[in-house]
């Protein structure tokens, strides 16, 4: 299933109120023992390797508003807004991310895309909006500093996610 078709289900479900299990595939089996499984609650981090950390931390703080882990009480921390969250493996050899020695890409819900995409292009930095609107939302693409693939979603009726 391609991240788009990922993240059109994940919309819906949003849409529908998402429930637990709602992606289960078939019922567990009960055992002797059927107490509640831990379930994790979000993405507490995104953590990769970067050439240059601290250029690489104040571009996506600069242009992207995610600020990184404080390093002190007074830190601004990046809190981000509930909504779906798409949670994809990808076959080593798929070719969606570009450059295909890059091992990630990270997906970024926005409100308003047009604007998104205006802000980095006036900031030097190309933006490649896909023109085409989907059921489960718009997409645009971008890049930073270190080629690491950037995917800008906004889903449909962003404002009812608010």
Do not use: C
């Amino acid at each position: 299933m391609q991240r788009r078709e990922v993240l059109g289900v994940l919309t819906a479900a949003a849409g529908s109120a998402l429930l637990p299990g709602s992606f289960a595939i078939g019922e567990p089996t009960p055992g002797a023992n059927s107490l509640p499984k831990e379930k994790v609650t979000g993405i507490g981090g995104i953590f990769f390797r970067a050439h240059d950390p601290k250029m690489l931390a104040q571009w996506y703080q600069d242009h992207l508003g995610v600020f990184v882990t404080p390093q002190s009480k007074d830190d601004p921390v990046w809190n981000q807004q509930a909504g779906p969250t798409s949670f994809t493996p990808f076959s080593e050899k798929t070719n969606y991310f570009g450059d295909e020695t890059k091992q990630w890409m990270i997906n970024f819900r926005v409100g308003d895309l047009d604007k998104m995409a205006a802000q980095l292009e006036a900031a030097g930095i190309a933006v490649k909006v896909d023109p085409t609107t989907y059921p489960y939302g718009r997409f645009a693409r971008t890049h930073d500093p270190e080629g690491n693939p950037i995917e800008l979603w906004q889903p449909p009726n962003t404002a009812a996610m608010k």
